[in-house]
């Protein structure tokens, strides 16, 4: 496929990929949906009424909303016939888009837009679905013999978030303040945490009509509830956490910010990049059994830049390490009934690979704090400090071209004082 959009093999946002966001600018404050295309945005709700297929043509009011969420519950069917009419308005031999005064009011420079969370979340779970990062956690806190618990290999662990306070790359997170347990055997004492850290994930919005309360999703049915994919940064404060979990698991450790890429890649844009789920034993019960691929080769990269800008990669991993795939968690999900809404938000859990360069959170790559990082500016990290900056990307390789998420990128932000 070619673009009349001129734009470079490095672009993130080639005519293959088309992303969906919502943005703004400053000549207009409206929030609308948009397509990334090379450095530009297309702005759907300009040419909203040339999407005239036979499953649009009545539903062109969906492109004119403030969020995603109406696109998002069409289904499948409707995606796809979106996609092909973006890509054959975005190709060489059309020229509807092409001349005035139509190119200038639809295509917008991404520079000059502001991003803002492309759907209405009215739910947030977090899954725990990386066998790597699961049995790092484990060997630290239980020892290797025992470091994945007996549940794990038989279903998704997950835990419901909080998402009002998931927010878009480039919003600073504030380092929290809570009760923690510095020295074993003795009292809780409060105040800022001392052990911040990131976790480098990628996360799902649901699709599809909504279901309803007792019913349920099989992951062999499930993809066509899977809209497409964000890059995740779930903030944790790991002494907030370990005094508070038991018995019931994250809370205000995990609720203090979770930040997404603006831009949502679609399934049909990931489907070339699509790599065989990992082997899985015991064999998973038949509503969490799906005979086809959902599992990706995205690679993924994390940058910590402080307050002096000097960058250092700390990590580079990949989704296809996942144990649980999406349709797997989705599934999950819904096995007791749970009901699920388009703009839903699932996350993947931290992602870490095999090798201790690929492990997707400080918790790992410091080794529980006994292993420094190395920066670049000739510091160390144990965990995070403030006015560090967590910048993750993620992106596939396709043959001349790639499809990438842009960024997921937040500034930890000192403590508020008392």
């Not at 074993?184 to 800022?192: D, L, R």
């Not at 018995?247 to 995990?254: I, S, T």
């Not at 959902?294 to 830049?305: G, R």
Request: hydrophobic share 35%.
């Amino acid at each position: 496929m070619k673009s009349f959009i001129n734009y470079g093999n490095e672009t993130e946002f080639p005519i293959e990929n088309l992303p969906y966001g919502v943005f703004s600018t400053a000549d207009n404050s409206q929030k609308r949906i948009g397509v990334a295309i090379g450095e530009h945005i297309l702005d759907l709700s300009v040419i909203s009424h040339l999407f005239t297929g036979p499953l649009l043509v009545n539903k062109q009011d969906v492109f004119r909303q403030e969020s995603l969420n109406d696109f998002m519950a069409l289904g499948r069917p409707s995606w796809v016939e979106a996609r092909l009419q973006i890509q054959k308005l975005l190709g060489v031999e059309c020229t509807t888009l092409q001349e005035e005064p139509l190119r200038s009011k639809a295509l917008v420079p991404q520079a000059s837009a502001t991003m803002h969370i492309p759907a209405k979340i009215g739910d947030y779970t977090d899954f725990y679905s990386s066998i790597h990062h699961a049995t790092n956690v484990g060997m630290m806190f239980r020892g290797k013999e025992t470091a994945l618990m007996p549940n794990w290999k038989y279903l998704p662990v997950g835990y419901h978030g909080r998402a009002s306070s998931v927010v878009v790359s480039g919003t600073p997170i504030r380092r929290p303040r809570g009760q923690t347990l510095p020295v074993e055997g003795e009292a809780p004492v409060y105040g800022p945490s001392r052990l911040m850290d990131f976790e480098l994930e990628v996360a799902f919005f649901v699709g599809g009509p909504p279901t309803n309360l007792g019913d349920t999703v099989t992951a062999s049915k499930a993809y066509d509830h899977i809209f497409g994919m964000v890059l995740m940064n779930d903030w944790s404060a790991r002494d907030i956490q370990k005094w508070e979990y038991v018995p019931l698991g994250p809370f205000g450790a995990k609720n203090l910010g979770t930040t997404i890429s603006p831009w949502v890649v679609t399934m049909e844009a990931l489907e070339p990049f699509k790599v065989p789920n990992m082997a899985q034993d015991p064999a998973p019960f038949p509503y969490l059994q799906h005979p086809q691929s959902c599992n990706f080769d995205i690679k993924l990269e994390v940058d910590i830049k402080p307050a002096n800008g000097v960058v250092t990669t700390v990590s580079r991993s990949n989704y296809k390490f996942m144990y649980w795939t999406p349709q797997q968690q989705l599934a999950h999900h819904t096995v007791t009934g749970c009901n699920i809404n388009p703009g839903d938000l699932m996350a993947s859990g931290t992602i870490s690979g095999e090798s201790a360069d690929s492990y997707g959170s400080m918790l790992e790559l410091s080794w529980k704090g006994s292993k420094p990082i190395s920066m670049q500016d000739n510091t160390t990290r144990k965990f995070l400090q403030d006015h560090d900056e967590v910048i993750i990307r993620g992106y596939c390789i396709g043959d001349g071209y790639k499809v990438g998420f842009g960024q997921a990128a937040g500034k930890l932000l000192p403590a508020h004082s008392e």
